[in-house]
């Protein structure tokens, strides 16, 4: 059938026709190929332009129509319409956009008409092509989800509820209210906040329609109006809100504090919280941001954070109890570690780290002071028994762990004590053998059973003997040797022969000249000793820097506080000798060169620096290794003479038998070999219980990522009391250890990096047993036929406006931190108190802060100036005498009832002063500024500028989009403004629904506006959502993908491409096919497909082709 | 009263006129202004008076010739306004327009800042306040005195004027600016 086209050129009144010559486009529309007629008209889309049109396809037989008027979105569907009531298909129609494209965008007529008669003669070829289609419905799922929870969401999920239809509520915060619940009272009404609201939570978190999911968020959206596939995120809250009773005694034990969001920092809550007393649900959260460095950067994993929290709040006991659940030492750790953890603390980026060592100690000294209760015996629930070969740190840490899980422990030591190197290789001033003895016998009781001078020399014989995994933890025992002349000469003694022979009361006879050869924690503590033996003049050689001393800094302080001399970058050459015995060594200078395998400067010799050192005893203290003589046989060993494991499992190369500590790693740090023992003791476990021994282990603790350091005030750690140099004599200990006050104080330093620091202190609290530390965050996918979003505002923070002093100034307040001050459950009760505690004489609100400015928000933020007025009135009832004085630029007062109580503030004596003041400042001119807030600006209505002293400002701070918004946007696929708020598909007459369909807006996330409108608005989107679900179904574009099957190779791109899966693939034919009651026509796998095979209905290559031919010509 | 269109006009074309008429009123340029209560009408009200067309008040008044140019009005404006660059083009119009200014010897202090530079090509200090104090107020200038004499033994004040190089090229920039000038 021939073409026959009608063109119907609109004038918009004047839109269009104020910069068209309509008449003359429509004559050239005229002349255009296959066109039968074509006209202009004043308002094509009225009645009689409608008419007209359904005349002349009647009469003048048109089967294609083109309309040249404003934009598709406006009234395709107009015309699509008008087409079909004529008898023709809609898809017969095109549209040319002369007015959003043309019209409006130029004041050149002469170009404008030009640009019209080409988008004409576009639209003429392009119909040319058309193909009648079909529309086709799809069933509109009835389930809505509302993102939002404030007064908005509550009022739309409650209406679209109540139609018994199910909604799903969706709100990040613990509880849903919204800014609401942070109202004091209402404009104009002055009628409560929370009684009005309160009722209405209530109401959602009770509706049998109403599916409420708090502190979660929505992660991906899919699919399309009708049939939206929502994927949502429950964020772990640590609290069962079905068992939750909101009693509020886990708040009571919670030992960390923080600023209390909610009640916009002007108090502090505490890391299990509850926004507000009437919180929907009336649940608990307990907030958690990750685990604090301390925590990660321990070998052990040992949680300081939590024990540190519990001092801070004088909890001493239960603070041990944090530590032992790592590991039994907290008088060793706190004596010896060498504190990584510290070394990473957060705090330390603001002053000094926590004294986090000083802390542990505290505990155990406090224990010890107090008497420690005797630990109760493990049931003993598993029948493997485990053999640990060894007491040091390692072998006790690994037996700890094992029989905390039920099995039965038996740890074999040579030595006739246990404790290893803690006992023999640390110097009593440092660690004394009481505290490794109670710290031991805590494991005793726990029911280890510990046999000393027993060595095990071959394993066959632990394993004959019932024992199903062993873990050597035997340390490295052996000296190393330097490798020069005179080494073994008599008088010189190897560091921990010499710290064990002392350690187990032997006696040891030293010269009066001893030198000490390296620079690690056994030098150093063998130069101690040998000071306190006697020893006149100690030195310490050592080959590298002072900075590259592997030994703990303030050991090297001390040890040169007692006099030893440190000899540094000197390294020896030959023990001098005299009759087979020490005087003297040859010591050569040394310099540092580039950096070896351990990125440390590699120390070279300087060349004829010789010099002799006498000396009556040298101690070599270059480094154990492991003693292969004293282990078992059939062990592999490493390179460096340790033992080879598997560097997850610790497995050694023998089946069940793990190995741990110095015996694999060398020497090294106490609470090394505490964590080498502990993961042994997970290897072991698993391997007893046959699960596999790599797959599944705990993951590594993921650090937390940023710590807020706002507000801290800079305080140094408190100090160690040490012995005085004088009393230093024999082997007292020479650190005192913090009193109690100490510990609080330094404890209180922490900035409790991951909130919650995770003492399980509220699970004991917790009756109702709602407490889960386990929790993860879970992920619910719903489907929904209509979304409505309704995410709200952020107030205005006024900080970057300088002149304004927040932040900078006392008694400076925002309007929503007012709010707070002066709401009878806010942090003062509705006290109006100024900083120092005493009632204000005189306030000042300002309005227009951050709005109208086009530094911040151009817009009107339109509830300002009313509660401005209302905080006014509130103040009067709440402060008798107080003067008030309101700065405005222009009184916005113009719902229902809101210009009456502007009047009514006016006589309640109010000071308005029109003017916007310039500066707030503490700086006084005259005495009666004195102390007082100045305010300095222009009466604008007397032309005066004038200074104005009062006690508290209060500024009027403006709304704006969320922080989030542009992802949300993106997320819900809707468009914004400039201003940052979501788009309306139409700001008159169409004002909550959006460009993508099914996708609904209400209350401030749309724009600034107050209560009444937000709800008007609510309830809107809720009409709309209303609509469609009973109306049941959706009508979808005709305009579907569609594969051409002999072109088609089957590569199958096209599924990749397609985001609404509704490609498939046909496995005998080998094409791809799509699904029409799937495809949305998005195009994205026209674009995709390789061979060209795939076309798109009403989009095809051949329309747009045409299109663009008549556009050029 | 004058037109109520031209003066507007005529300032809004200026450099730093543009914004004029998003004025809003609200007085932060008068609130942050430190020379406000010297004016004779504070910024803002300049800017309300200029709106209303009143040309010959506006130009007469005093108040843009106490305009310190600290810019602390058009930092602070809400709304883009420049109300120092407007006070400028004030001044360069009352000057112009041969407006006598009372309450202010500035304009005095501007044209023997400008001749003294028309002459030399630079400023000479001691010429310009003589003629200053002898065209205001001979008596004030006793004191400056101590000031002056103060700086003059610094060897900070020579007593004759000393010329730039090239004052022939100086005087053509000057000519071709008056030229320009006379055409716009």
Not at chain 1, 134 to 144: A, I, K, S, Y
């Amino acid at each position: 059938m021939e073409p026959r086209i009608g063109v119907y050129v609109c004038h918009c009144g004047s839109n269009i026709a104020g910069t068209v010559d309509c008449a003359e486009v429509a004559q050239f529309a005229q002349g255009l190929d296959s066109v039968v007629v074509a006209r202009d008209y004043k308002f094509m889309c009225s009645d009689p332009g409608q008419e007209m049109i359904k005349q002349d396809i009647k009469e003048l037989g048109l089967n294609r129509v083109v309309v040249a008027s404003c934009s598709p979105t406006m009234h395709e569907p107009t015309y699509r319409r008008v087409c079909q009531e004529a008898g023709l298909n809609p898809y017969f129609f095109e549209m040319a956009n002369i007015r959003e494209h043309c019209s409006w965008v130029t004041e050149d007529k002469q170009m404008a008409t030009d640009k019209a008669k080409a988008l004409i003669a576009a639209a003429v070829r392009r119909v040319y092509y058309h193909q009648p289609l079909e529309t086709r419905e799809v069933p509109v799922n009835p389930n809505t989800l509302v993102v939002g929870g404030g007064i908005a969401g509550i009022q739309a999920a409650l209406k679209i509820a109540d139609s018994e239809h199910k909604v799903y509520l969706v709100e990040r915060e613990p509880s849903i209210g919204g800014h609401m619940a942070q109202l004091d009272k209402t404009f104009p009404t002055l009628d409560c906040s929370a009684c009005i609201l309160t009722p209405k939570m209530t109401l959602v978190g009770s509706h049998p329609y109403i599916e409420l999911l708090t502190y979660s968020e929505v992660a991906e959206v899919s699919g399309y109006v009708g049939n939206f596939k929502v994927n949502i995120r429950k964020k772990a809250r640590y609290v069962d809100v079905d068992k939750c009773t909101g009693c509020s005694e886990c708040e009571k034990v919670c030992p960390v504090s923080l600023p209390h969001e909610w009640e916009l920092k002007l108090t502090q809550r505490k890391a299990v919280y509850r926004p507000f007393a009437q919180a929907v649900p009336n649940a608990f959260t307990i907030d958690k941001r990750g685990y604090p460095p301390c925590r990660v950067t321990c070998p052990a994993g040992v949680n300081a954070q939590g024990y540190v929290a519990l001092i801070s709040e004088g909890k001493f006991k239960e603070a041990i109890e944090v530590l032992r659940r790592t590991m039994p030492f907290a008088g060793v750790c706190g004596r010896v570690c060498t504190h990584l953890c510290e070394t990473e603390c957060e705090r330390g980026k603001v002053d000094e780290p926590i004294a986090i060592r000083s802390l542990k100690r505290f505990m155990a000294d406090y224990e010890l002071r107090e008497g420690r209760e005797k630990a109760p015996p493990v049931e003993l629930t598993k029948e493997d028994k485990v053999a640990v070969i060894g007491s040091g740190p390692a072998g006790i840490a690994c037996a700890y762990d094992l029989i905390r899980l039920g099995y039965p422990v038996t740890i074999f030591e040579t030595a006739p004590q246990t404790g290893g190197l803690l006992r023999y290789g640390i110097p009593e001033y440092r660690l004394p053998n009481k505290i490794v003895d109670d710290e031991i016998s805590y494991v005793e009781e726990l029911g280890v059973e510990i046999k000393t001078n027993t060595p095990v020399t071959n394993l066959k014989d632990v394993m004959g003997r019932g024992y199903k995994a062993v873990f050597l933890a035997t340390g490295a025992l052996a000296s190393q040797k330097m490798g020069i002349p005179n080494e073994d000469a008599k008088g010189v003694i190897h560091a921990l022969d010499f710290l064990q022979q002392v350690s187990s009361g032997m006696q040891v006879s030293l010269g009066q000249r001893v030198a000490v050869i390296g620079g690690g924690n056994a030098a150093v503590d063998a130069a101690r000793v040998a000071k306190r033996l006697g020893a006149k003049e100690v030195s310490i050689v050592y080959r590298r820097s002072r900075a590259e001393m592997p030994a703990i800094e303030i050991e090297i302080e001390e040890a040169e506080q007692e006099e030893v001399k440190l000899h540094i970058l000197v390294a020896p050459v030959r023990v001098l000798t005299e009759n087979d015995r020490v005087n003297g060594i040859e010591c050569i200078r040394m310099e540092l060169g580039e950096p070896d395998a351990s990125g440390r400067r590699r120390p070279v010799p300087i060349e004829s620096s010789e010099f002799n050192m006498e000396v009556d005893n040298v101690i070599m203290a270059i480094g154990q290794t492991v003693d292969k003589a004293m282990l078992p046989k059939d062990l592999e060993y490493t390179n460096q003479g340790t033992l080879s494991v598997d560097s997850v499992t610790l497995q050694t190369n023998v089946e069940g038998v793990f190995a741990g500590g110095d015996v694999v790693s060398g020497p090294a740090d106490v609470i090394k070999a505490v964590a080498a023992g502990k993961e042994a003791a997970i290897s072991i476990d698993r391997y007893l219980r046959r699960v596999d021994l790599k797959e599944g282990r705990p993951a590594p603790l993921e650090r937390v990522k940023e710590v807020s350091k706002e507000e801290v005030e800079i305080k140094s750690r408190q100090s160690m009391p040490v012995l005085e140099l004088g009393e230093r004599q024999d082997f007292v200990e020479v650190e005192l250890g913090f009193d109690e006050k100490a510990a609080i104080e330094e404890a209180k330093r922490c900035l409790n990096c991951g909130v919650c620091s995770e003492c399980l202190a509220c699970i004991k609290a917790c009756e109702a047993e709602a407490i889960n530390h386990d929790m993860k965050d879970e992920y619910e996918e719903i489907e929904v036929g209509n979304i409505i979003l309704t995410t709200g505002f952020e107030a205005f923070d006024p900080t970057p406006m300088y002149q304004y002093g927040y932040k900078r100034l006392d008694n400076v307040l925002t309007s929503l931190e007012f709010e707070r001050l002066v709401n009878s459950a806010g942090p003062t009760e509705g006290d109006i108190v100024l900083k120092d505690g005493t009632h204000p004489h005189s306030i000042a609100l300002i309005h227009c802060v951050g709005s109208r400015d086009e530094k911040y928000h151009e817009y009107c933020s339109r509830v300002c100036c009313m509660y401005s007025m209302k905080l006014s009135h509130l103040i009067l009832e709440h402060v008798p005498g107080v003067q008030v004085y309101e700065f405005y630029i222009d009184i916005r007062s113009f719902g229902k009832g809101y210009e009456e109580f502007y009047n009514r503030l006016l006589n309640e004596g109010i000071n308005f002063i029109r003017g916007r003041p310039a500066e707030i400042t503490d700086v006084a001119e005259n005495p009666e500024e004195e102390g007082k807030l100045i305010i300095q600006f222009e009466d604008t209505l007397i032309g005066l500028q004038r200074r104005l002293p009062v006690d508290m400002v209060v500024l009027g701070v403006g709304l704006e989009a969320q922080p989030d918004a542009e992802a949300v946007a993106r997320l819900f696929n809707v468009s914004r403004s400039a201003d940052g708020f979501f788009m309306e598909k139409h700001p008159k007459l169409d004002p909550v629904a959006t460009m993508t369909d099914g996708i609904f807006v209400a209350g401030c996330c749309q724009g600034p506006k107050d209560i009444p409108d937000t709800v008007a608005q609510a309830l809107a989107a809720a009409a709309e959502v209303l609509a469609m679900i009973s109306r049941g179904r959706v009508e979808v574009e005709a305009s579907t993908a569609v594969v051409d099957e002999r072109i088609c190779s089957g590569c199958q791109i096209c599924m990749l491409v397609c985001p609404y899966s509704a490609v498939s693939f046909d496995e005998e034919k080998k094409v791809c096919r799509v699904n029409e009651a799937l495809c949305k026509g998005c195009g994205a796998c026209v674009g995709g497909c390789p061979s060209h095979a795939i076309n798109l209905n009403h989009f095809t290559n051949e329309q747009i082709m045409a299109q663009m031919e008549g556009m050029l010509v | 009263m004058a037109d109520m269109t031209s003066f507007i006009d005529e300032v809004a074309a200026t450099p730093g006129g543009e914004h004029i008429r998003s004025c809003i009123q609200c007085g932060i340029c008068s609130g942050a202004c430190p020379a406000a209560n010297e004016m004779e009408y504070p910024p803002r009200k300049i800017i309300a008076m200029i709106r209303a067309g009143m040309r010959d008040e506006v130009l007469s008044s005093s108040s843009m010739w106490h305009c310190l140019s600290c810019y602390m009005c058009t930092v602070r404006c809400p709304r883009g306004v420049k109300p120092t660059d407007i006070a400028h083009t004030l001044e360069y119009l009352a000057y112009q327009q041969g407006f006598k200014v009372k309450g202010t010897t500035t304009p005095v202090m501007y044209q023997n800042f400008v001749n003294s530079i028309k002459g030399n090509g630079r400023v000479h200090e001691v010429g310009i306040m003589l003629r200053y104090y002898l065209t205001t107020n001979p008596l004030a200038a006793l004191k400056v005195l101590p000031v002056g004499l103060s700086l003059f033994f610094h060897k900070r004040l020579p007593l004759l004027p000393k010329g730039v190089k090239g004052r022939e090229d100086l005087a053509k920039i000057i000519q071709k600016f008056k030229e320009i000038e006379a055409r716009s």
